[in-house]
């Protein structure tokens, strides 16, 4: 990275920073990371038990120490009406090695709307914990700074002039979720449309002692799975999350094409996040197992510092199926 990409990159930290809020991280295959994008979403799947994993990588291009976001979850489906789940999630961002872990047990029911029971009502709810923590020692301040004949550098040795309560905090975390859907397997369009809340109650996430809430996050995600062909489905989406004075709008297409010989569903899509990035995704689906690979091309102002390089992020999901007795679908074809 040349001189002027690192006074950019520095100048735009900088700036940033006098008017950064707390906010989540984000993820660009919001749809895999389901319990992630809703808790009214534990349990929509086909089949009897899901587990999934996703890892994030992001700004290799700028950073010694990148954004990574790594998770895990289980969801089951007790019945056609009622599921459970549980996901962990684990973000570390930035040299003082600031890091965010959260546990999340979910419970969701599905009702349907209609007789037929392929218009149907999702509700979920999430409650659990999470715990942040910085390395206090890792960082450096303009009063720790020391002009030299070489141009000057940073004494850690001296005092910071700094004061934190704590290093780490533990807050419960409550989360809230609706999705409507139209499951039935022989329409060509299958519509669906949801919206969840996260931290409900706006836990105080504060290292200063003084009060410091973590603002309430809205999302809204719809779209629809069209028939094309008898192999090809095409799943045009969109979302939109808010929180403070943050906003995050995607709009995107992800294609599947089914393989009949060795019976697998290719998948591949472009997804574009409004003056942030442009998305390659591609990825199979073959019996049990679905897996996803997906790159950020960074648009934002930030391009000049990173040659366009963003984030890569990997998906992996396995589905045991079991046979139901109702064999009515109860999921949205997602």
Same mark, same amino acid.
């Given at each position: ?8 990159? @520095? ?6 920073? %006098?008017? $950064? ?7 660009? &295959? ?13 349990? *929509? ?11 994030? +990588? &992001? ?11 790594? *998770? ?29 872990? %959260?546990?999340?047990?979910? @419970?969701?029911?599905?009702?349907? !709307? ?11 709810? =999430? ?5 942040? =923590?910085?390395?206090?020692?890792? !960082?450096?301040? /303009? ?17 910071? /002039?700094?004061?934190? %309560? ?29 919206? +969840? ?8 996430? =504060? ?34 999350? *808010?929180?403070?004075? $943050? ?5 995107? $297409? @992800? $294609? ?26 591609? /990825?199979?689906?073959? #019996? ?19 040659? #366009? ?26």
């Amino acid at each position: 990275m040349n001189l002027f990409s690192k006074f950019l990159l @520095l100048f735009l930290g900088c700036s940033l920073g %006098q008017f $950064a809020i707390s906010q989540d991280f984000h993820l660009s &295959q919001y749809d895999a990371a389901a319990l992630n994008t809703s808790p009214a979403l534990t349990g *929509m799947f086909e089949g009897k038990h899901r587990v999934h994993m996703h890892y994030r +990588s &992001q700004w290799t291009a700028v950073s010694t120490k990148p954004f990574t976001t790594g *998770m895990i979850s289980y969801d089951n489906r007790i019945n056609t009406k009622w599921s459970w789940g549980v996901h962990a999630i684990n973000y570390r961002a930035g040299a003082a090695s600031y890091n965010a872990a %959260q546990i999340l047990p979910s @419970l969701s029911y599905n009702i349907p !709307l209609t007789k037929s029971k392929f218009h149907r009502l999702a509700l979920g709810v =999430s409650a659990g914990a999470f715990h942040k =923590s910085f390395d206090q020692n890792a !960082l450096t301040w /303009g009063s720790q700074y020391e002009a030299t004949a070489q141009g000057g550098q940073f004494n850690t040795g001296l005092s910071s /002039g700094e004061s934190f %309560q704590n290093a780490s905090v533990i807050r419960p975390d409550f989360n809230a979720g609706a999705m409507y859907f139209f499951s039935a397997p022989g329409s060509r369009i299958n519509p669906f449309v949801g919206a +969840s809340v996260f931290h409900l109650s706006t836990p105080d996430e =504060s290292f200063l002692g003084t009060e410091s809430r973590l603002p309430m996050r809205t999302l809204i995600h719809a779209g629809a799975r069209v028939g094309i062909t008898e192999r090809l489905s095409v799943l045009p989406k969109v979302f939109f999350q *808010m929180q403070e004075g $943050a906003q995050e709008i995607t709009a995107s $297409a @992800l $294609a599947h094409y089914h393989l009949k010989g060795p019976d697998v569903f290719l998948i591949g899509g472009f997804t574009y996040r409004n003056a942030d990035a442009a998305i390659v995704d591609i /990825g199979a689906k073959w #019996g049990q197992w679905q897996a996803r690979l997906s790159y950020d091309f960074n648009v934002s102002t930030l391009k000049v510092a990173t040659n #366009g390089r963003g984030a890569t992020e990997l998906s992996l999901t396995y589905i045991i199926f079991e046979n139901i007795k109702n064999p009515i679908p109860t999921c949205p074809r997602l």
